[in-house]
């Protein structure tokens, strides 16, 4: 999702690209080079606020960042579930707060959350264990884990990721008016199940099987939620800020509880 909004938004912007191995990267200004879009590339892993701030303050360096589209992330079949909330939920923080010193009058965050965020019963979600990320990233690991740890083990992967999806989505709202302030702004894009390769891992947990749901009864392509995020980078969007952008091809709108018991089942 990242690389084909990058295709969008290389069209009229310089473009930096970060990922955590140098292997994705060479691929992917190799293929933006061939599109003639030229790419920098920094090695960053998002769990380290360090890194995070290197890449900000080296796009900084190469004129006023005008948006930072924030696609990293693990699902539940790639990571244990302290894994998927220290990348998911704390990388977002990470992120935000790395970009919210540079924010000026126009420039866009997006970060990309999940249709898994809106899943979720309310009763499951520690939300008031939220705001201990952006303070002490270790009591909120702790606090939410203990939520997690209340599944079977098996179960834990699959109930930390739409927390930590829900995180996305409940601090992209909270940093809105920070970055209002700065006449920037800041929104979450929870996307359905998309043909990446992570949505093609999950397709025999769940993803595939949601589609029965969905008023579109197909998984979305890349190039459809790159769309989605593109726009949301865009000057277009200047007034969208503080909300999240649901693009699930309908599944949310045509789910019920009694589906969700029986998907995971």
């Known amino acids: 999702m990242g690389l084909a909004t990058a295709r969008i938004l290389g069209r009229s912007h310089s473009v930096l690209l970060a990922d955590i191995g140098h292997d994705g990267l060479s691929a992917a200004r190799a293929e933006l080079d061939g599109l003639g879009i030229e790419a920098e590339s920094m090695v960053c892993d998002i769990t380290d606020r360090s890194a995070v701030e290197a890449v900000v303050d080296r796009a900084a360096s190469i004129g006023p960042i005008a948006a930072v589209v924030h696609a990293a992330g693990l699902s539940p079949q790639m990571a244990d579930a302290r894994s998927i909330l220290t990348v998911n939920a704390l990388g977002t923080v990470n992120v935000t707060q790395a970009v919210l010193p540079h924010a000026h009058s ?10 898994a965020a809106h899943l979720v019963p309310r009763a499951v979600l520690p939300r008031r264990s939220y705001p201990l990320a952006a303070t002490n990233p270790d009591r909120f690991l702790s606090r939410v884990m203990q939520r997690v740890n209340l599944a079977p083990k098996s179960l834990r992967p699959g109930m930390a990721y739409p927390i930590s999806k829900d995180f996305v989505v409940w601090y992209s709202k909270r940093l809105a008016s920070s970055f209002g302030a700065k006449d920037a702004g800041i929104v979450s894009v929870s996307p359905g199940s998309i043909d990446t390769a992570m949505g093609r891992l999950e ?4 993803a595939a099987e949601m589609l029965k749901f969905a008023a579109i009864k197909r998984f979305g392509s890349v190039e459809e939620i790159a769309e989605v995020l593109a726009f949301c980078a865009s000057d277009k969007a200047r007034y969208l800020t503080g909300t999240d952008v649901l693009c699930d091809g309908g599944v949310v709108a045509g789910v019920r509880r009694r589906d969700l018991l029986r998907v995971q089942h």
């Open 106 to 115: 126009g420039l866009r965050l997006v970060n990309v959350a999940s249709m």
């Open 203 to 206: 397709a025999d947990h769940g």
